[in-house]
């Protein structure tokens, strides 16, 4: 059984909408960074969005900043998804990690091998 779990994957028309949730059963949820990745076929893993322990530091990829949001409480991580576009079809991961950094300024990058800690995946298909 894995530490992370993340749930909210589904089928979607452009310019819909979709949340996601991550809960973390295995770990001490508030002691961790978390971040969203998402990996289409043929595509390399991309990061979506982290925000840090205190919810202070959020970050978001270039092609989602505007249209999704992170947020935290004391149990669970969300990524609302609006204005779906046919490019945002991917599976999305969760993961947590206690010592990645996640920072607000533009030249940030949310990398993957910075996080341990990975939920098995949601698929999101938006369709056009």
């Known amino acids: 059984k894995r530490k992370v779990e993340e749930s909210g994957g589904g089928l979607v028309q452009e310019g819909e909408s979709l949340t996601l949730s991550c809960t973390t059963p295995?770990?001490?949820?508030?002691?961790?960074?978390m971040a969203w990745f998402r990996q289409a076929p043929g595509k390399e893993r991309e990061g979506v969005s982290c925000?840090?322990?205190?919810?202070?530091g959020k970050f978001y990829g270039s092609s989602v900043k505007g249209r999704f949001l992170i947020s935290r409480t004391k149990t669970t991580v969300y990524l609302q998804m609006n204005r779906l576009k046919s490019d945002d079809t991917a599976m999305y991961y969760c993961a947590a990690d206690p010592q990645a950094s996640c920072q607000s300024y533009e030249g940030f990058s949310l990398l993957p091998h910075e996080y341990h800690y990975w939920g098995q995946g949601t698929q999101v298909t938006v369709s056009s």
């Open positions: 925000i840090n322990f205190s919810s202070s």
């Open positions: 295995g770990l001490v949820f508030e002691y961790y960074a």
